[in-house]
């Protein structure tokens, strides 16, 4: 069973404008989530995370929101652009040493 | 700075074919990582190694084997591989156990037929 969703398979957003990209899990016990840009024929690279004593961090254009009791992340990137079209994946775990179960990725296309 | 080198990048196997996985990183990290990638399931950790000389079962690591051969280098072996096994497989690496980031390599895209 799939703890960590990404509902939404693809998105589109106009360069310039904000994407946003959500997350949802289902262990409440995760607390702490990471977020992942792939790009075709590439591995993975971490773009920001957050623990649970937090509710937003931020790394220049990009920004994570946590709502714990809610259970779901969101990243917003402000503003959007062409070079952010890849695959964003969400990861998290019950601590940063244990095991990160990852959602399956939502395709952001910026378009020009 | 190769970061996290994995070979091959692609192979084709027949069913009940073994073959290995190799994976190496110059980062001087203590952990390293197995994944697979499939389509609509998301990246799923196959094993791991909290350091040199111990490993410990993932999500799905059924039909695999791992070798942390030292510290730089860790091996995922398919002893008789399934078209079940076809995928794309990440290896990656990270600094210490309570480190969060990972650094992945560019992946291992394999056909079982």
């Known amino acids: 069973d799939q703890q960590v969703k990404q509902n939404s398979p693809s998105l589109s957003v106009q360069e310039g404008r904000i994407s946003i990209l959500n997350c949802d899990y289902t262990n409440s016990m995760f607390d702490y989530f990471l977020w992942y840009k792939k790009y075709p024929a590439e591995g993975p690279t971490f773009l920001i995370s957050i623990s649970s004593i937090k509710d937003k961090n931020e790394d220049g254009r990009f920004t994570v929101f946590l709502n714990k009791s809610a259970k779901h992340l969101s990243l917003h990137i402000v503003p959007s652009q062409p070079g952010d079209s890849a695959v964003y994946f969400c990861a998290a775990s019950v601590d940063p040493g244990n095991q990160f179960y990852f959602g399956t990725g939502t395709s952001l296309t910026v378009i020009p | 700075n190769a970061g996290v080198t994995q070979t091959p990048k692609f192979q084709v196997l027949k069913t009940g074919q073994s073959m290995t996985l190799q994976c190496a990183q110059d980062?001087?990290?203590?952990?390293m990582y197995w994944y697979r990638q499939d389509p609509g399931m998301g990246l799923r950790l196959i094993y791991y190694s909290a350091s040199e000389g111990t490993t410990d079962k993932g999500e799905v690591p059924n039909g695999y084997n791992v070798s942390r051969l030292n510290k730089r280098e860790f091996s995922l072996r398919l002893e008789s591989a399934a078209p079940s096994q076809t995928s794309v497989y990440f290896c990656?690496?990270?600094?210490?156990?309570?480190?969060?980031?990972?650094?992945f390599g560019e992946g291992s895209r394999l056909t079982v037929l």
């Open positions: 980062m001087n990290h203590n952990s």
């Open positions: 990656a690496s990270r600094g210490t156990i309570t480190s969060g980031e990972l650094f």
